[in-house]
């Protein structure tokens, strides 16, 4: 069955250091997301992707984050200055796009410790 | 705007008892609703989903979940727990507009005693 992978599975990272994530997204998905867990808390929407766009973020989703697609296969989320309070898990996750099947298919996710 | 409330902070059910979380959202269009389960440290996995057609729904391990619109409900049972189900549990509504995002709950923490 085809899964969405992620890279790595933990970050370690110095507070003000950029960090790049990276997502690999089930291949004829349409939809990419990110998501973030911070620990003992809930999961939260960031920001979803499509036809190589942002189509809805949210507010934790400000200046410090981007994503991007940079080939046919990879998607990325960047933040570009970490602090502490960015420390999470971060799951990405790809969706179709037919009314037919709406479920989102979660990856592993990608633990980031910022010090 | 469209939310999700699950109760139940955290429950406690000895093992081979019967369990049932609850879910409740608000969503203005049909729901398209979903229940992960997350053990510490480790990812989300889909326990089951509704989309349409039959109310009660049934997923992996044994769990099913029953939607009912009139109480805007989607509550989790097992009739057996096992120790091995032990975990976080969430419940999830799909927002069918802009980005097609996926809504939380705060989850329920299951501890099962011997």
């Known amino acids: 069955e085809p899964e969405v992978t992620q890279t790595p599975s933990h970050q370690v990272t110095q507070m003000g250091q950029e960090v790049i994530l990276r997502c690999v997204p089930i291949?004829?998905?349409?939809?990419f997301y990110w998501y973030r867990q911070i620990l003992g808390q809930k999961v939260e929407f960031l920001v979803s992707?499509?036809?190589?766009?942002?189509?809805?973020k949210s507010e934790i989703f400000d200046d410090q984050f981007s994503v991007e697609r940079p080939d046919g296969s990879n998607f990325t989320l960047k933040i570009r200055s970490t602090k502490l309070e960015d420390s999470a898990m971060y799951f990405c996750?790809?969706?179709?796009?037919?009314?037919?099947?709406?479920?989102?298919?979660f990856g592993p996710g990608t633990r980031l410790t910022v010090t | 705007a469209q939310s999700v409330t699950q109760p139940d902070i955290h429950i406690t059910v000895s093992e081979g008892a019967s369990l049932e979380l609850r879910c409740n959202y608000s969503?203005?269009?049909?729901?398209?609703l979903f229940w992960y389960v997350q053990s510490p440290g480790q990812g989300l996995q889909l326990l089951l989903k509704?989309?349409?057609?039959?109310?009660l729904v049934q997923g992996i391990k044994g769990f099913e979940a029953e939607f009912k619109r009139s109480q805007s409900s989607f509550n989790l049972r097992k009739p057996s727990v096992h120790w091995s189900d032990a975990a976080e549990y969430f419940c999830a509504v799909g927002a069918i507009t802009g980005g097609f995002k996926t809504i939380f709950g705060a989850g329920t923490r299951l501890f099962v005693k011997a």
């Open positions: 509704y989309f349409s057609g039959d109310t």
């Open positions: 992707f499509y036809n190589n766009e942002i189509s809805e």
């Open positions: 291949s004829n998905h349409l939809y």
């Open positions: 969503y203005g269009a049909t729901p398209y």
């Open positions: 996750a790809s969706y179709i796009g037919t009314a037919s099947s709406y479920e989102q298919y």
